[in-house]
């Protein structure tokens, strides 16, 4: 079975622009977590997907977006991009996101904001 | 508030020493915790959780609700232990949300 992959690996933007990411999740997951992750901050939740619903999210401002379509690939969306945002992006995929249920998560996508 | 806490950022062993990683957690309900491990270029992936009370690669961990920690135990460490080791609660249940400690790096000497 193929695990979640995400794209692009590496992206480099400069402040102000605005960049999308996007996670495939294993076949038949319907849960797609994202996080944040940076050396000073650690992992942080940023929102979760499932059946196309926002179902959680965490404490970023508005101008973290995300959505899910019908296939259960996600995107995220970060507009107006600030030298903070900089950091590794991860998502993470589970069947329905039970408790029982393991997440999988991908390799990440590094963004860098000059 | 939904807090995990790994109070140290590195814990350094000699193979063959037992290993114990710290973890505290804040959460006002009966809480889903996690050990998530992080392999040198490999992806984070789940290495156990509580409500399985499994053992995993000679790692184990229990849920002490009084002291609101859920420490990570071998006895005998490998250098294939060497990673990075996050605690994690689910902050929701039901639901992918995940909150991650700070991590702690283990290093298991030769």
């Known amino acids: 079975k193929a695990g979640v992959t995400q794209t692009p690996r590496y992206l480099i933007k400069t402040r102000g622009q605005q960049v999308t990411l996007s996670c495939s999740p294993i076949?038949?997951?319907?849960?797609v977590s994202w996080y944040q992750q940076t050396p000073g901050q650690g992992l942080q939740f940023l929102f979760e997907y499932f059946s196309e619903t926002q179902r959680n999210k965490g404490n970023f401002p508005g101008r973290f977006s995300g959505r899910q379509f019908s296939n259960s690939r996600s995107e995220m969306n970060v507009s107006t991009l600030e030298l903070g945002d900089s950091a590794l992006y991860l998502c993470?995929?589970?069947?329905?996101?039970?408790?029982?249920?393991?997440?999988?998560f991908g390799p990440g996508t590094r963004l860098t904001v000059l | 508030a939904q807090r995990v806490t790994q109070p140290e950022k590195l814990l350094s062993v000699f193979k063959g020493a037992p290993v114990e990683l710290k973890c505290n957690y804040s959460?006002?309900?009966?809480?889903?915790l996690f050990w998530y491990v992080q392999y040198s270029r490999q992806r984070l992936q789940l290495l156990l959780r509580?409500?399985s009370r499994e053992s995993i690669k000679g790692f184990t961990a229990d849920l002490n609700k009084g002291e609101t920690s859920f420490h990570l135990k071998k006895p005998f460490a490998q250098e294939e232990d060497s990673a990075m080791y996050y605690c994690a609660l689910l902050g929701s249940s039901n639901t992918g949300k995940l909150i991650f400690g700070q991590g702690t790096t283990l290093q298991v000497k030769p």
């Open positions: 076949s038949g997951h319907r849960s």
């Open positions: 509580h409500i």
């Open positions: 959460y006002s309900g009966s809480p889903e």
């Open positions: 993470a995929s589970s069947l329905v996101g039970r408790v029982q249920d393991t997440q999988y």
